[in-house]
Structures are given as structure tokens and as C-alpha cells.
């Protein structure tokens, strides 16, 4: 039956109905925009239009000065302070979400029991962002770099929890089951079967929650009073522009660094 | 003297009914085959023997022991004893051929000692040995994902024999291979069979295969063990039986 309804369209019908609704959709696109913009009073043009603008007060305020450069050491010195917290937080949380990740995940789950806890908890964690970690933490440890591991830790945690979850299904479902067969104990499985199979996509994980919490950092920095972020903010609320300006040139620069690292160091294990 | 007696096996997903009073005894060193459409309780089957899915109804004995009473060590033991090779190989594919092989033993050993993948010389002499068996001494140490789909089935029928079992349970093991590939496989299969005495209890898709293999066929369908018999006695009838009559059409011609 269906065979014989597409043979009475013809090719050229086809493809005009389906140009048609492209075209629809798009100026569909174009009516919604246009209708945010009237419902919110913003104007694309103007936008668009203060760019040079824009480009020319950044250039006149934001280029670090001569004194911002002699501050450059005290910037590094507080980055590296944030990229170890960054590391520290990441590897403690991948620990944790390691055991909840075995107990949570399909494969490898002791009970349902364990299993709906796990999976709870780590989706709890997950759905909290890191801000409102460090805004809860804040409340309970005032301000100081503990109060920001604490926050990179939960929220590093939750979504670690998940990842390792799905890594451990997709990876060693299929052996678990041989290793179960031949008799293996439970002990056995998760040192023989899951970890080799899911080990290296686990640290490519643990590798890119480094990065993203680099970047965290400098928000959660900027609300715990710590790290990097609480330079940033020290330099803004001074007024001193170029300074700030550095401090957010320094980050971009590490974090692509890390970047680059971490992607050497995924393709040597993946 | 029977190894396996499986008697009056029922399994049910929720309401439907994946075996039904599934009666049959194997004899030691007997190359079983067992075919049906899919979804006719095949793999349940395989995988009721050795509790990899635990049967609604009914009783299995293996070597003696009452298979679906069995807990804890008991049912390592049990399983230990019972070999198994899967259609998509199951490997642990970034180990080496020689690590997934002593996986075989795994069933013998104490926890800590599995754990820390500790196996004793005799276990890695013998590994090698069953590799050399299944020609497979080039790869001892090589990675498995580095290994053609015909190598990785002899990797897991190498782990499966280093278990000393008394019999190999496959599941559908050529069903992802090319032909020759699974000429080479069915064929070690029967020289398993052959040379060792033991037991090859075979899921296949693949009637032709069944009966140019098998020395007894058991028929699948809708759960129910519809045929029992050498290869002789599976006619058109009982294959039409078996497939219905569209998919029996197909196979005979």
C-alpha cells in the first residue's frame, strides 16, 4: 500500500512540497523574531549598529596598561590557585561518582533499592547549578576556598554520577554478562570487566569536567570571595578596567591550554 | 546418562510467555541444536541454564545438581562448569586476548585473587595451550579490538574452554559472521565436541547449519519445544511447523 502512494507523487511535486515548507518554517523563524524584538523593545539594528562603537570603548579601557602587566604575577599565581582547585574538585568528585555510578548503573547495581538512591542523589546534585551550590554553601561556611570546593565538588558530582553511569552500560554490558556466565563474583566483575572497559571514557569525563570547572571557578570564585574569580571581581568593583581585562585574558588563555592538553592526553587513552 | 535434564521449564516476561513446559534431557558429548523464529525462547532458554535469567517454573539438572536451587558460591561453581559463547563475542575488547581467556577462570578462583587478576601458571600454560588449539597463537597478545570478528569468537571459545567445562553453551555464535568465518567456528565447535566430549548446546538461525552439524535438533516455537529429533526427521512438515509456513517456504527452497 505505502509503496504504491509514493509512486503517485511525482519527484518534482515532492521536492516542491518540500521547499515549500522550508520556506514556511524560516519565515516563520523570521515573524517570531521580529515579534520578540516588538515584545521586548529590543532593536536587532541598534544592536548591530553600536558594534564599532563598542569595539572602540573596549579598546580605549578594557587593553591592560602597564600597571595591570606588573600585577600579571598575582593574577598567575591566583589562577594556578584555581586550576588546582578546579583539578582537586574534579578528582574528588570522580571518586565518589565512581561508587554511585556502580551502584546506579544497570549493568552493575547490587538492587534496585541502592539503585533508586544512587540515581536520586546524582540527580539532585546534577540539577542544582554550580552558582546556587556556592550561594548555599556560602550560607554555611562564609566565604573561603573550601566554601568553593564544596560547590564545584556536588555539582562536578551530579553530572559525573551520570556520565559514569552511561559509560559503564554502553562499555561492559555485554562482558559482565560473559564474566557473570563463567562464574565470576560480583568483586570480580566490576575489577575485571567494568573498569577496563570504562575506565579511559571515564577519564576523558573527568578530563573535560576539569576544563568546565576551570571556568566555573572564576563564577564561583566570584561568589565564595576566593581564587580567581574573587581577583576579577576585586579589580571591577575598583573600577580598574584593564586589570579585569587581564585577569579575563589570563583565564581564556589556560583554559584553552587545558583544553589542549587534555585532548593530547584523549587520544593517547581512547 | 543424562548431564542436562531440563523439565517442565516456563518462563514468563510479565504476562507473556517466553518457554512453556519445556521437557529434554542431553546425554554427555551430544551436539544439540536448537532453532526457531525469533522470539521463540531460544536465548531464554540458553540463558535459564545457567541462571543468567532466573525460570518462572519447572527444574534443571546439571551434572547432577539442582541448577535453579543454587545461590551464591554454589551457583559460581555451577556456572563455572558451563561454558558459554555469545553472538556479539562479549569480550573485554581493550584487554589482551590472553587476559579475556583467563577470564575463563575467573569462576575458580577466590574473589581477591580475581580481583587482582592473579592466576597461577598452570591457568596461564593452559590459556596459551587452548589459544595454540584454536589457532590463535599469534594473538596471545594482542588486543581484542585489534582482532577480526571470526578471531574474537575464538577468543571467547577459548575462554570458554579453559573453564573445563563439561558443556558449551553458544548463542547464536555465527550469526554475526561472514560465511566462511562461521564454517570455521561450527567447525571447531564439533571438534570440541569430537576431541574433548564435550557437550555443544547451540542456538542457530540457520537451519541448513543445524543439521549438517547437529546430531539432535530441538524445534522453537511460541515457547513451545515443537520438535525433538535428529536431523533425519526434520522434514518440510516439521519445519513449516517450526517457522510457519511463509519463513518454512523460504528456508526449504
Redesign the interface.
Known sequence: MSSLLIEKTSPTAYFRKQKLTLTLFLLGMIFVSWGASVLTQFDLFDAFAAIPRVAAWMTANLLPDAKAWSRLPRILDKLWDTILMSVMASVAASVVSFVFAILGSVTTRPNGVFAFLARTIASINRNIPVAAWAMIFLLSFGQSSFTGFLALFFATFGFLTRAFMETIDEA?A??V?????????Y??V????VI??SL?QMMSWVLYMVETNIRSATLVGLLTGSGIGFMFSVYYKSLQYRSASLVVLSIVVVVLAIELISNAVRRVIL | MALLEVERLTKFYGDSRALSDVTFKIKKGQFVAVIGPSGSGKTTLIRCINRLIDASDGSIRYDKEDILALKGAALRHARAKIGMIFQHYNLVYRLTVIENVLHGRLGYKSSIAGVLGMYTEEEKTKAVEVLQLLGLEDYVYRRCDQLSGGQKQRVGIARALVQDPRMILCDEPISSLDPSSAKIIMDYLRRIQKDLGITILVNLHQVDVAKRYAERILGFNAGHLVFDGPPSELNKKRIHEIYGTEAGELIID
Open positions: 561492559s555485554s562482558s554478562e560473559a564474566l557473570r556466565a563463567a562464574g565470576a563474583s568483586s570480580q566490576i575489577a575485571q570487566a577496563p572497559a579511559p
